[in-house]
């Protein structure tokens, strides 16, 4: 086994690694090692190729113009960032019938029209419940983490396509049902994007040649102190001064180490001594979000020919939404959708296409997206799926915490353990969940381990 020195370990080549090895080397910590499991960077950023060097996004995809830090990150190694096409009509499928509407909100019944208006009230007045940083130190926060998010979704859309409506939303965003997210996590979220208006105005930008090219272009920037294709299987921080960490091929000894994957990826490491319960909880009983992207590709977009603009949304079919996902260039056209397993307002036999084989899920997508955008999206030259639950060393599509584990073990998702620290988008006091949250998280983390350091330094001056 190889064994090699570092003044710093970061494990995991995501936005929150890399952000935190480029800030740390910045401030002048420039013996930094970046470990990467994966023969590539860029975590749960994934872009696929559409053919004639034009990709589309198989996972994170979307930053806000609000988003200072990944902006700011990506003008720094030369990626730029462009507006997707949003303009025209949306598709709404319910019960076998296909309306076209435009605006936010899709033809539903007058009272579910009114109720999905009032929506950004209801969602604020609960964000404005708790903290952003720390929803665990809201007053009521036992109350809210008691409580499953649907069962609030029950009794503030009474109305059932309202309640159906949000369903859907909500499902997509966390990439589980809401019956299985804490009442108190859904709050934190809102509260950590700044409400209703901020998040439902997230489809703003993307990055030319896909989010991943942003990942892959810092790596570049960090050059041969990224070492791919490199899974961590222990960190050992017995020692009050130093971290070994012992891959397959390689063992490292690092002052500090910052590990920057989500807290249900972080099962596949040990911890030597074993991690304080509160963190060793989030490790053990988080949930990943379960989410299938799918791209269907075109010669060209030709739903903008008829003024559409290649959103739809379904309460009774899968996939429930779709959205233009053209790359910069206009072509090939591109319909992207969402899939996530087990949603709730569906009905059995919608669900049941998710765990078939991958020619029946095909053809159950395709046979949606040519009822609402015509015979010709029956035909893609190609379709592409991306499935969170098979990518190795990541365990799903996001971090949605169930209820009673933010008010058990929420103060230690930040929280050094000694010479060990923690990044990745979840741990982000603000924009938590987004690429946006990762960079923060990063920045975060390596601020940290700079300060420690420098503690250190200071205490060992004759």
């Not at 009794?155 to 299985?180: G, S």
């Not at 030709?302 to 072509?331: H, I």
Request: charge should be negative.
């Amino acid at each position: 086994m190889r064994a090699i020195k570092a003044r710093v370990a970061v494990i995991g080549g995501g936005l929150s690694g890399l952000a935190a090895a480029r800030r740390l080397i910045a401030g002048g910590v420039d013996d930094v090692v970046v470990l990467e499991a994966k023969p590539r960077v860029g975590g749960r950023l994934l872009d696929q190729s559409v053919g004639l060097d034009q990709y589309v996004e198989g996972g994170g995809e979307w930053a806000g113009h609000d988003h200072e830090q990944v902006r700011e990150l990506a003008a720094a190694v030369g990626v730029s960032q462009y507006e997707p096409f949003v303009a025209g009509d949306s598709v709404l499928e319910s019960g076998g019938e296909v309306v076209r509407y435009s605006g936010p909100v899709p033809p539903l019944s007058a009272p579910a029209v009114a109720a999905l208006s009032r929506a950004g009230d209801h969602i604020d007045e609960l964000a404005a419940r708790v903290p952003a940083a720390s929803p665990w130190t809201a007053p009521t926060a036992g109350e809210l983490d008691s409580r499953t998010f649907s069962s609030w979704l029950d009794t503030t859309f009474p109305e059932p396509q309202a309640r159906a409506a949000m369903e859907v939303r909500m499902t997509l965003a966390f990439a589980l049902p809401t019956e299985r997210i804490s009442l108190l996590h859904a709050a934190g979220f809102f509260a950590g994007v700044g409400g209703w208006k901020a998040y439902q105005g997230r489809l703003a930008l993307r990055f030319s040649s896909g989010a991943q090219h942003l990942a892959s272009a810092v790596a570049a920037e960090l050059g041969d102190r990224v070492h791919l294709a490199t899974p961590v299987r222990l960190v050992d921080h017995q020692d009050d001064d130093l971290v070994t960490v012992r891959c397959d091929e390689l063992s490292l000894e690092a002052a500090a180490v910052v590990v920057a994957m989500s807290p249900a990826d972080c099962r596949t490491i040990a911890f030597a001594p074993g991690l304080p319960p509160a963190r060793a909880m989030l490790h053990s009983s988080g949930q990943a979000g379960a989410q299938l992207k799918v791209h269907a590709v075109y010669e060209t977009p030709f739903w903008r020919e008829s003024g559409l603009a290649g959103s739809s949304f379904s309460l009774t079919a899968a996939p429930y939404m779709t959205f233009d996902n053209t790359p910069e260039s206009g072509s090939p056209g591109v319909l992207g959708a969402l899939l996530t397993y087990g949603a709730g307002p569906l009905p059995a036999e919608a669900q049941g296409f998710l765990f078939a084989e991958h020619e029946a899920r095909r053809s159950y997508v395709l046979d949606a997206l040519a009822r609402r955008f015509g015979r010709q999206a029956a035909s893609p030259i190609r379709y592409i799926e991306k499935s969170w639950l098979d990518e190795p060393f990541n365990a799903g599509a996001g971090y949605p915490a169930p209820p009673k584990l933010w008010t058990a073990a929420g103060r230690a998702i930040r929280e050094p353990v000694g010479r060990v620290h923690w990044a990745s988008t979840e741990t982000a006091d603000l924009w938590a969940g987004w690429m946006e949250g990762a960079v923060i998280s990063g920045l975060r983390a390596a601020d940290e381990v700079a300060l420690q350091l420098r503690a250190g330094s200071e205490r060992a001056r004759p």
